[in-house]
């Protein structure tokens, strides 16, 4: 994102396509199976980050592991971009709750 630009980055989350590695993990409830889990989660969210977005211009939030999307923080532009990145099922503006 470039110094000085008008759009501001909001949280958003993103949800992926059905993965069979995903589901095979998430089917191990041994505590081995949930750092594999963890792992696998946090690598293929980041690089899915690193592909479709500049370097520094988003903030990932967190891996969210009971489905398989993650949390982060950047502008409406990014979010239409990961939209229509390959995997991506849905991206959706964290709405505050009043």
């Known amino acids: 994102m470039e110094m000085?630009?008008?759009e501001s980055c909001e949280s958003y989350f993103v949800f992926m396509n059905y993965d069979p590695e995903y589901q095979r993990l998430r089917a191990d409830r041994t505590k081995r199976g949930a750092y594999e889990?963890?792992?696998?989660?946090?690598?293929?969210h980041d690089e899915l980050l690193a592909r479709a977005l500049e370097p520094g211009s988003?903030?990932?939030?967190?891996?969210?592991?009971?489905?398989?999307?993650?949390s982060v923080e950047i502008t409406e532009d990014q979010a239409n971009v990961l939209r229509s990145a390959n995997g991506v099922r849905v991206v959706e503006k964290n709405q505050e709750l009043a």
């Open 4 to 6: 000085g630009s008008a």
């Open 58 to 70: 988003y903030k990932k939030i967190l891996s969210l592991v009971i489905v398989d999307g993650f």
């Open 37 to 44: 889990l963890d792992l696998y989660l946090s690598k293929k």
